[in-house]
């Protein structure tokens, strides 16, 4: 029972649970058994917590007993190794980091977690302090595809994506600062929400770059994205940049379907290089949608181009002190931009926010007009390991960089947004639609991935036994 | 910008002034970024934005 359960959507696991079908203990210990029985091939876990997990599944299962169900009750999960878990080293896929004591609290998302009686299994590998889109780390090892393990899953978050699409976990949270969190998800075939700039708090995590920073997760159904959003809401004081809102209720709001939501496709620079299973995945979505309408967003490439300069710069002045001391510590490609990224005339930086300005409001003019825009989340299917070049309308190109040309304008103006996995007809790999959505309306994105899901159009299975 | 970034003159310059040190075997990787970083600089740099428009940055005193 417990075995076959693990391999299930999280609300369906907190269903089992809370009507003690099963209990979160037997949950648990069989997400340790297979996580103990793949992680070696795979890659995700780099610091697990297995005795805090049963610990927690216990207290889930006291709760339970005692007529109080939370509403995450039993759901193993996995969290990026950049968040904090209490008496655990915040290594943030560096090796740099793990000279620091370990971490004295939970982050807060972590507590929310808690809190809603979910079970935490461990930290997951992840590309060093975040700039990485491919899930390959040069201390820890790549955390590999489960759907073919010869690819990347795809980064910053990979380890997360790993450990849900192989059925080690039900749920992950991750970060996405450029496309960290909807990269993984394409790849790996999963839900991934990245919700609103400064809605989550990033209390207790090891920054990147704070303009852009976003923490979210990543789950194998949009029902499941609705019911953690929904718990990791709150406000936090340690959280700088977090704006204070009325809580959202999501998971209430998914069976109200897509009636009267005006639904676009991006065109444009959403319809340019990218490989024809990119464009296929979303036009497969609009038809399900019966969307119709095709926008513009205005300057994407320019967009895409100040996150570009923003990211390199703002990420080189935390790490200046240690690219002084230590850059021999450093995974060589990480370094190399974060020393350009300390060059970067202040000006170029500047402009860049002055363009997000003029940027965040076209796009909120935009979204007068529209409810939805779908845009592809990858160029393409998730890469072979190691790839260095692609080859998009005829340009090569480096592909690290480029995994994220579709991700990181979106994130730019801190819209909402829900990665949807579309498996086209006949194809090995999953690819990640974009369902993108005004500001502060997570609940329109996650009603439309459900619709996506119910209708079968999307599907995040867990791979299959052989290959994961 | 009307002449060509100098990408490996600005490294060589920069790294001395920010106080860098960058082994030769790493620097074709930096100047690489660095070029890089100039080009997508230069279409931000390029857009036209009215003088009223104020960095998107926060700050709460």
Same mark, same amino acid.
């Given at each position: ?468 | ?7 490996? /003159?600005?490294?060589?310059?920069? $790294?001395? #002034?920010? +106080? !860098? ?8 990787? =930096?100047? /690489?970024?660095?070029?890089?970083? $100039?080009? #997508?600089? +230069? !279409? ?8 009223? =428009? ?6 709460? $005193?």
């Amino acid at each position: 029972m417990s075995s076959e359960i693990l391999f299930r959507p999280a609300h369906e696991i907190a269903a089992a649970v809370a009507a003690r079908r099963t209990t979160a203990r037997a949950v648990t210990e069989a997400a340790i058994a297979h996580i103990e029985a793949t992680n070696g091939k795979l890659g995700a876990f780099t610091d697990p917590t297995f005795g805090r997990a049963l610990a927690e599944a216990d207290a889930v299962d006291a709760a339970v007993a005692a007529g109080n169900a939370p509403p995450l009750a039993g759901v193993p999960y996995s969290v990026k190794n950049l968040f904090d878990i209490e008496g655990v080293v915040t290594r943030a896929g560096s090796k740099i980091n793990r000279d620091n004591p370990p971490a004295k609290a939970d982050a807060f998302l972590i507590q929310k977690m808690k809190t809603a009686g979910a079970v935490l299994l461990g930290g997951v590998n992840m590309g060093e302090y975040a700039y990485d889109f491919t899930g390959e780390n040069a201390h820890d090892g790549a955390s590999l595809n489960p759907h073919d393990t010869g690819r990347m899953s795809g980064g910053s978050s990979g380890g997360s994506g790993t450990s849900i699409a192989a059925g080690m976990v039900a749920a992950s949270l991750g970060s996405d600062t450029n496309g960290s969190i909807r990269v993984p998800s394409s790849f790996c075939g999963l839900f991934g929400l990245k919700p609103t700039f400064a809605r989550l708090s990033r209390g207790g995590s090891f920054p990147f770059c704070a303009s852009l920073d976003h923490l979210g997760p990543l789950a194998r159904s949009a029902r499941d994205l609705a019911l953690l959003f929904d718990a990791l809401q709150g406000d936090d004081p340690n959280d700088p940049a977090q704006v204070v809102r009325p809580k959202l209720a999501t998971t209430a709001a998914l069976n109200r379907g897509i009636d009267g939501l005006r639904i676009a496709v991006a065109g444009g620079y959403f319809r340019e290089r990218g490989e024809p299973e990119a464009f296929a995945a979303v036009d497969t979505a609009a038809k399900a949608l019966d969307a119709t309408r095709e926008v513009i967003v205005p300057e994407a490439a320019r967009a895409r181009a100040a996150a570009y300069t923003i990211t390199t710069s703002e990420s080189a002045a935390l790490h200046l002190r240690h690219l002084r001391t230590r850059p021999g510590d450093y995974d060589p490609d990480v370094r190399d931009r974060l020393i350009s990224g300390a060059m970067v005339p202040a000006t170029w930086v500047i402009q860049a926010h002055r363009f997000r300005a003029w940027y965040r409001d076209a796009l909120r003019k935009l979204f007068t007009e529209v409810d939805i825009i779908l845009a592809p989340a990858t160029p393409f299917h998730a890469l072979e390991s190691g790839t260095k070049t692609v080859t998009l309308d005829g340009v090569t190109m480096p592909a690290r960089p480029n995994i994220g040309i579709f991700a990181q304008p979106i994130s730019f103006a801190g819209l909402p947004v829900v990665a949807a996995p579309i498996w086209l007809p006949g194809a090995q790999l999953p690819i990640g639609v974009q369902v993108i959505a005004p500001a502060w309306r997570e609940d329109l994105a996650l009603r439309v991935a459900h619709h996506l899901e119910e209708t079968g159009t999307a599907a995040a299975p867990v791979a299959a036994r052989e290959a994961a | 910008m009307s002449k060509p970034f100098d990408a490996e /003159a600005h490294v060589r310059h920069m $790294a001395k #002034v920010m +106080e !860098l040190t960058i082994a030769a075997e790493w620097e074709p990787t =930096v100047i /690489a970024n660095m070029q890089t970083t $100039a080009t #997508v600089a +230069e !279409l931000v740099l390029s857009f036209p934005l009215d003088d009223h =428009v104020e960095p998107a940055t926060k700050f709460e $005193a």
